[in-house]
């Protein structure tokens, strides 16, 4: 029993929070709470609020572990690529405060559907559906893996290994995300918001933990650090940073739970809720990806990052870090299907607009992402390069007609999206190690997979902001039509 006592106490700070999240979830929702986030008043989330709910919504499991598996193999660069990722937070803020108090707008749909009509929606629409169910089935991979490892081996003799992805944890996903569905069918938006509060303050502290613990291991080295390359060089990590920065535009737009919480504060809380989350989710994810680019540094031939943490922590601390990447996902969770269902009800209006259809339409994009998990592919970085590529259509809305205010035709953002879309299934296919991606490789000059993502976003921005500055209706030929 005092082996597994590691184990216990992870399951049992688990369901703590889990029993806590059901208890700080209004049982009654009103369709205002439910899908808005608006209280039993009808006021709107305070700033301090808006800001763990933002932080906790954006630091999940699977951003924790990539920024990990990027600095454990591509050294501080892999690091740093992944939490530039985090100045969405300031574009993000941009484009609210453009699509709100400029413009008038209280939803994406509505601004593109003056803009581009009915078809412009619907293409919008099905980018963020499938955002959406890759962030259910990314966020319980890594919670199946985590726990394949601490209780399906270690506890019950492989009992909650299906080993139906790989030994990935099938039951522990399941027990998760009925969890997670479970209090979140019960308040919606309203009972994320509370709830990411509580998760957030419980993240911070065993992060905290196993940060200190991090720095203060005798073989941590600032300077070791600085200078790390990974296991397989620093160059992929920089031109990571590059692809970064060619989707931190666009990528905010396509993620609709960052964009329901810019929709139902005040102007100025609103704008300060971005700022104060951009810097706190940056750190956090950074000092998360340091902890990937000390097991790169200390790694023997064939050593994981796993093998190497079990090593620098043992078991007491790995349990403050297995924690907060679950209790991340948790969080994670409830938010992404809180928008899926405002997706689904309120902007798409596929269901009646009620609390019932809000809730089956969780616990379909539950099932979804699951079906994920058993089916889909494990690589983590992949699902954040193929649907940041496919947000890239995107950029040019906010250049020319968001920011600029241009009117521009149909026919331009169709190219747009056609071209972001045809770029984010041929990294897809790249990644997959697909015949045509590796031809698609060979055309390209490149043998390494992130620097055919980089020469696919530059093409697919070019592609766009061509279109649309070709498609731009003049003021004069406005008038004499």
Known sequence: MIEHAPTILLIGLISAVGIASYFLTPREAS??????????????PGLWTLVLSQVTTWIFARSLMTAAILGFYYGTPGALAYAAYYL??????????????????????????????GTGVTCYNFVIALRLLSEVFANLLVVGGIFSVVIGANLFGGLLSTGSIDDGGGLAMVVLAVIGVGYSMLGGLRASLKTDVMQMLVFLAV??????????????????????EGKSGALPGWVLLGVAFLQVLSYPLHDPVMMDRGLIADRRTTAWSFVHAFWISALCI???????????????????????????????????????????????????????????????????????????????????????????????FAAVAVSGTASMFLAPVIL?????????????????????????????????????????MALMGVDHKYTALLYICIAVLVIGCGAFALGMRRKSAAVSI
């Open 286 to 380: 950074f000092g998360f990806g340091l902890f990937g680019v000390q097991a790169g540094i200390l790694a023997t031939e064939g050593q994981g990052m796993q093998d190497v943490w079990q090593q620098m922590f043992g078991p007491w601390v790995m349990v403050a870090v297995n924690a907060a990447l679950i209790v991340s996902a948790i969080s994670t969770l409830d938010s992404t299907l809180s928008s899926a269902s405002k997706l689904v009800v309120v902007d798409m209006k596929v269901l009646p607009h009620s609390v019932t259809s809000g809730r089956l339409t969780m616990a379909a994009f539950m099932v979804g992402g699951l079906a994920f998990c058993f089916f889909g592919s494990q690589d983590l």
């Open 88 to 117: 969405s937070f300031l574009t993000g803020g941009l484009i609210i405060d453009q699509l709100r108090f400029r413009h008038g707008y209280q939803s994406v749909q509505s601004f593109l559907s003056d803009r581009f009509g």
């Open 207 to 228: 992060f905290a933990i196993a940060l200190i613990t991090l720095v203060m291991h005798e073989s941590f080295s600032f300077a070791a650090i600085v200078s790390a």
């Open 31 to 44: 369709e205002a709470g439910f899908f808005n986030g608006k209280d039993p008043r009808g006021l709107a």
């Open 400 to 440: 020319f007609s968001l920011l600029g205010g241009a009117q521009i035709a149909l026919w331009s953002y169709l190219v747009s999206f056609t071209a972001a879309l045809s770029g984010a299934v041929m990294y897809f296919l790249i990644n997959g190690k697909k015949a045509i991606g590796i031809e698609a």
